[in-house]
């Protein structure tokens, strides 16, 4: 056992009332419907980003998307480049740099391949919000940018035509943990509103993946878009969900629907080339030759499967002192590509329940991803570490940085202070919350099948975590219908309290165990 239950049972509530009570759920969190959506006009730069794209279409102008290589990055440039598309604009690019081959933001090639095709309008997705001297370049040029964006906005931004980012200070947007592909949503929303037309229903459901996929919170706005694509999925018409559906198909469950949501995940999130070009974005907007792209991807996907699967066996043989409330890891033999540095943090943090950095080194340049839990934010850290570091962004809970190689030790002693500073809530956090209890074994089975409610799961919202208590690993591996992954060494012949987490109607995983004295 690594951490603490923290748990309280009630034998006069049922399983779902437990989860309820324990979880603090508000009512409209069981009708997440679309009426609930806070006015998008509110988003500062809004109106003003609307406007100019409107302007630019109408114009006949020359307009490029600049993307993010992420499946947040390619839903949000899909589903801006497929309503130009159906807009009538008949110049119109995509640009999505490759984050092994090249650096973070607006770069000079990009900006040689503006000047290039005569591009009159830059609109960045997913980023661009700390891009501020590649503005200034454009801005000489004579080239207009809006930034479309969700991450932590810097002190200095760059002088855009528009910025429209819910995490801006002076932006009245109640919701500000939106993935960029809400963020593009919302403008695409308000260019409908002027024009006075409908939406493409289909939109919800991309906005839905790639909010997933950038695993912001699913509660507020983001559970919104997700559980109404999850409710309406079989209605959105999209000729590539429909090519989708041809290799994985889905029926009416929620449970089903969600499955398929993590198959297109796996699927999108390869794709990487050069000069701007994504092998997944191409899928998406491709007329004729989507099952070369398809195959593509799928190959990269079976080697990234491969690759996945040794860093699990990593994470699972590498030593983590319990004592210490962090963990910080330098990748200096070059085990592991960049990509699967993230999955690393991530893997581990959930583990420990400790906030947690991997370093790498690319070029002369000392790259990081951070991932933690509750009780902690990883940009907080980053701010304390501000000066030693190039450029810094991302989430609380999953956030990266780029510094000088030269800098490790100062960054990684400075983290270490950090981290001692906000100890307590790291202490307090290093446990697991139980949101269920059973006394009974044969409860269980009744249990698990009345959790359609509270799909999806995800950050914010994570898969329920049930407490059996007192009984043999066969009364539970013997259940009708349910299958239980993670029996590790147990001894069949003594009774446990099995700690359990839910993650579909059939699949229950064993998180913890103790035996029942």
């Not at 900006?111 to 200034?136: H, P, R």
Request: hydrophobic share 40%; net charge negative; charged share 25%.
């Amino acid at each position: 056992m690594i951490l603490e239950w923290n748990y309280e049972g009630n034998a006069e509530l049922n399983c779902i009332e437990q989860f309820k009570k324990n979880r603090n759920f508000a009512d409209d969190f069981f009708s997440p419907t679309l009426d609930l959506l806070p006015d998008e006009y509110l988003m500062k730069d809004i109106e003003k980003a609307a406007n100019r794209i409107i302007k630019a279409i109408r114009d006949k102008k020359r307009i490029i998307i600049f993307g993010h290589d992420d499946l947040d990055g390619i839903s949000s440039s899909y589903i801006l480049y497929d309503f130009l598309e159906k807009m009538g604009s008949q110049y119109h690019y995509y640009y999505i740099p490759n984050r092994f081959k090249d650096n973070h933001g607006l770069q000079q090639n990009f900006i040689d391949l503006v000047v290039e095709k005569k591009i009159d309008l830059v609109i960045t997705v997913d980023g661009g919000s700390s891009s501020f001297d590649a503005v200034e370049k454009l801005n000489e040029l004579g080239v207009d940018v809006i930034i479309t964006d969700h991450h932590i906005v810097p002190e200095k931004l760059p002088n855009a035509f528009a910025i429209v980012n819910p995490k801006q200070k002076d932006c009245s947007y109640p919701f500000d943990m939106l993935a960029g592909v809400g963020v593009i949503f919302m403008v695409i929303k308000v260019m409908c509103k002027i024009l006075n037309i409908e939406m493409q229903k289909a939109y919800i459901l991309w906005a839905a993946v790639g909010s997933w996929a950038d695993k912001v919170p699913l509660n507020g706005v983001n559970r919104i878009l997700v559980r109404n694509a999850l409710d309406n999925w079989l209605e959105y018409e999209d000729e590539s969900m429909e090519f989708f559906h041809y290799y994985y198909s889905i029926n009416k469950s929620l449970f089903s629907k969600f499955n398929f949501m993590a198959f297109l995940t796996r699927i999108l999130s390869n794709g990487r080339s050069d000069k701007g070009i994504h092998y997944a974005m191409e899928l998406l907007i491709s007329k004729i030759n989507k099952k070369k792209f398809y195959d593509i991807l799928m190959k990269e996907k079976i080697e990234n499967e491969k690759k996945i699967e040794e860093v699990i066996k990593f994470c699972n043989k590498i030593s983590v002192d319990k004592s210490q409330n962090y963990f910080i890891y330098y990748d200096e033999n070059d085990e592991f590509q960049y990509n699967l540095i993230g999955l690393i943090a991530s893997i581990i943090s959930s583990k420990y329940r400790i906030p947690v950095l991997i370093f790498k080194k690319k070029k002369d340049q000392l790259l990081c991803e951070g991932r933690c839990t509750d009780g902690f934010n990883l940009v907080e850290s980053f701010e304390y570490c501000k000066d030693d570091l190039i450029q810094f962004g991302g989430h609380f809970k999953a956030a990266g940085f780029v510094a000088d190689i030269n800098k490790i030790d100062d960054i990684a002693s400075k983290f270490r202070s950090f981290v001692e500073l906000k100890k307590e809530n790291i202490l307090k956090n290093k446990k697991i919350n139980v949101d269920i209890v059973l006394e009974n074994i044969q409860e269980l089975g009744n249990c698990i099948y009345l959790f359609s409610d509270f799909i999806p799961f995800g950050i914010g919202n994570p898969e329920p975590k049930i407490l059996v208590k007192s009984c043999l690993f066969s009364e539970l591996s013997n259940l009708p219908k349910i299958n239980i992954s993670g029996n590790n060494d147990i001894c069949l012949t003594k009774k446990y309290d099995f700690l359990l987490s839910f993650s579909n109607k059939n699949m229950l995983n064993i998180v913890d165990y103790r035996i029942n004295e």
